[in-house]
Nanobody, 123 residues
Framework: QVQLVETGGGLVQPGGSLRLSCELS????????MGWFRQAPGKQREYVAK????????SYADSVKGRFTISRDNAKNTVYLQMNNLKLEDTAVYFC????????????????WGQGTQVTVSS
């Protein structure tokens, strides 16, 4: 019923830029926050950035501060990740995450994940 679909991944040279998008579709009561995680080969999934729906407050992993910018369009239930000055170590599958309340019931809180989009930084 609820799904997240990421787009915008691809191949880019070091120093280049990509813009990822993630749209949530389906019936939910409220989105608390949306964000991005990534997983490189042989590595654990790591947090990248998040943005809160109500306040638009953001946070970033230290590794991407100053290079990545997260934003959102609440009307479209969409979150974006602008990635600039990409580095080889940014290569990973990037996953969109949404923390939501499915219904008005407090116990309906859950996380949804997208299928992931590949970002490859290579010269």
């Amino acid at each position: 019923q609820v799904q997240l679909v990421e787009t915008g991944g691809g191949l880019v040279q070091p120093g280049g830029s990509l813009r990822l998008s993630c749209e949530l579709s389906g019936s939910i009561f409220n989105i608390v926050a949306m964000g991005w995680f990534r997983q490189a080969p042989g590595k654990q999934r790591e947090y990248v950035a998040k943005i809160f729906t109500t306040t638009a407050g953001t946070s970033y992993a230290d590794s991407v501060k100053g290079r990545f910018t997260i934003s959102r369009d609440n009307a479209k239930n969409t979150v974006y990740l602008q990635m600039n000055n990409l580095k080889l170590e940014d290569t990973a599958v990037y996953f969109c995450n949404a923390a939501v309340y499915v219904t008005s019931d407090t116990y309906s809180r859950r996380d949804y994940w997208g299928q992931g989009t590949q970002v490859t930084v290579s010269s």
